[in-house]
């Protein structure tokens, strides 16, 4: 009775999925499955009432990770819910480059501008044993980001959050010159761009979109790199597939060279390619 009422929900919840357009029904009810009846307890009406309104704020394209109160990247378990940034899959594009191109350990520094809940900065800070400084702006985001530093690296020195903007160049006066590499996802998408309702309505408008046709940020983040970095420090980008060009003049204006820019086919998705422009300081 318990088990055909458990299967007659699933099929109900995986059609209502396909019916909202959601582009991964079948992985995205099991995750949800997952968090009401793994743990060997029957499904009772509770639970039965808990996972079918989860069901429906998907289906109201609530992002899954905010349902799910994580989310895994690059072998790590990040806390996330709503109000802040979930990290894409695109953005191991960077962590990897690093690990396949640079020499890092724990004399490096690296910095992680627009950090959001860490999850590019301590995907790197566990995988290199650089020391990692996670730049952010938003209240919420940095309260989940002070979560996820405290959950992974137990709040040793390897991690550090900096309360900061990124277009207050001033503020980093004190740190001049003293990054190997600098990472940044921004907000990067132009303003009046209509996105999937996972991005467009359910993420921090902040998070996602910038001014100057999405490119402010971007610019923000090289101005601040060119001034962090030592020389030959390299600084990686994350950004939008039609932003190429844009994003090349602008590390070239801000004195990158050998600036090149590469579409990660392993770590793009049904939502986008990873694009990832990467530059040296001169
Ligand atoms: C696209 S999200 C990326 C978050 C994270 N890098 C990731 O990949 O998961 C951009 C983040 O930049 C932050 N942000 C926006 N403007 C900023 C600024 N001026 N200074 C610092 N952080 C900023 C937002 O709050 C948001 O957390």
């Not at 932003?243 to 060279?257: A, K, M, R, T, Y």
Request: proline share 5%; net charge negative.
């Amino acid at each position: 009775m318990i088990n055909s009422q458990l299967e007659h929900d699933y099929a109900k919840a995986l059609a209502a999925l396909i019916n909202a357009g959601v582009w991964d029904p079948i992985e995205d009810l099991q995750a949800i499955m997952s968090k009401h009846f793994s743990s060997g307890v029957l499904p009772d009406s509770k639970r039965l009432a808990s996972f079918r309104q989860d069901v429906a704020d998907r289906c109201a394209r609530t992002p899954l990770g905010h349902i799910l109160g994580y989310v895994d990247f690059a072998d790590l378990r990040f806390v996330v819910g709503s109000g802040v940034f979930v990290p894409r899959v695109q953005s191991m594009a960077i962590v990897q480059w690093i690990e396949q191109n640079l020499s890092l350990d724990d004399r490096s520094t690296v910095y992680d501008l627009c950090a959001g809940v860490g999850a590019i900065g301590l995907a790197i800070w566990s995988r290199t044993s650089a020391k990692v400084v996670c730049v952010e702006i938003d209240a919420i985001a940095q309260i989940y980001l002070k979560r996820n530093i405290q959950r992974l690296n137990n709040d040793g020195p390897g991690v550090t959050l900096c309360e900061a903007d990124i277009t207050q160049i001033e503020a980093f006066e004190s740190v001049r010159g003293s990054a190997d590499v600098i990472v940044s996802n921004p907000p990067y998408v132009p303003q009046d761009t209509v996105l999937l309702p996972e991005w467009g309505v359910h993420h921090p408008a902040t998070a996602i979109f910038a001014p100057d046709e999405g490119t402010a940020l971007i610019e923000a983040s090289a101005r601040l790199a060119n001034s962090l970095l030592k020389p030959c420090g390299t600084l990686l980008i994350e950004h939008g597939e039609s932003q190429e060009q844009q994003v090349g003049s602008i590390l070239e204006v801000h004195g990158f060279s050998s600036i090149c820019t590469f579409v990660n086919e392993h770590f793009s998705d049904a939502t986008g390619p990873s694009v990832t422009t990467v530059g040296t300081k001169v």
